[in-house]
């Protein structure tokens, strides 16, 4: 494993900063607004493929690859401002132990 470089405290802020921004965006407002609509076109699709499926007929491979990526990119970018808090303070807190 590469050693960890240690940040300038420059870096440091910029980090903090980004990080705070992400996870104040769970705090919108309308955050909860984009999450429901997210699952609201999650569920849009997992009825699509009940009625291809039931419907006895599939779902073409660019269909059903078009989808997954759908789904786990929206996942994956509500995730980002939840997770970011958590992330911070473990990275900040690896760069202690460099330091020390």
Do not use: N
Not at 32 to 50: D, G, S, W, Y
Not at 68 to 79: A, P
């Amino acid at each position: 494993m590469r050693p960890r470089r240690r940040l300038t405290d420059a870096e440091r802020r910029r980090l903090t900063i980004v990080e705070g921004e992400l996870t104040a965006l769970a705090q919108h407002p309308s955050w909860p607004t984009l999450e429901r609509a997210a699952q609201q076109r999650i569920e849009k699709f997992q009825r699509e493929i009940a009625v291809k499926i039931f419907g006895g007929s599939s779902l073409d491979v660019e269909r059903q690859a078009f989808i997954r990526g759908f789904v786990k990119g929206i996942q994956y970018t509500l995730s980002i401002p939840t997770g970011a808090e958590a992330s911070l303070e473990a990275y900040l807190k690896s760069q202690e132990e460099v330091a020390s």
